[in-house]
Nanobody
Framework: QVQLVESGGGLVQAGGSLRLSCAAS????????MGWFRQRPGKEREFVAS????????YYADSVKGRFTISRDNAKNTGFLQMNSLKPEDTAVYYC???????????????????WGQGTQVTVSS
């Protein structure tokens, strides 16, 4: 079992930055790949970024490439999503997730993950 808690969301103006955190407990976070997803109003949950257990493989959605950075600190059982140059269309609930089956190749779709946090709201005003 893995428990995930996101934090760091909030309201920011377009062009601003936020850093989301995902604190993991209950198991060995360092074994697992981790991902960030978001769900915009009226839309399905979509992939944002993912990172392997050792940070050797990192993937981004095209919509956030060059603006967002995923990272992790296994010693602190915490993952991060640094979001820069935010746009109103980035407004969404952001979720972190872990894949307990594999840590080497981080999935880029929601079914690849089996533990999820409760989400944190990010609102970008124009």
């Amino acid at each position: 079992q893995v428990q995930l808690v996101e934090s760091g969301g909030g309201l920011v103006q377009a062009g601003g930055s936020l850093r989301l955190s995902c604190a993991a407990s209950g198991s060995t976070f360092s074994r697992y790949a981790m991902g960030w997803f978001r769900q915009r109003p009226g839309k399905e949950r979509e992939f944002v970024a993912s990172i392997s257990r050792g940070s050797g493989r990192i993937y981004y959605a095209d919509s956030v490439k060059g603006r967002f950075t995923i990272s992790r600190d296994n010693a602190k059982n915490t993952g991060f999503l640094q979001m820069n140059s935010l746009k109103p269309e980035d407004t969404a609930v952001y979720y972190c997730a872990v894949d307990s089956d594999s840590g080497v190749i981080p999935p880029r779709s929601a079914p690849g993950y089996d533990y999820w946090g409760q989400g944190t709201q990010v609102t970008v005003s124009s």
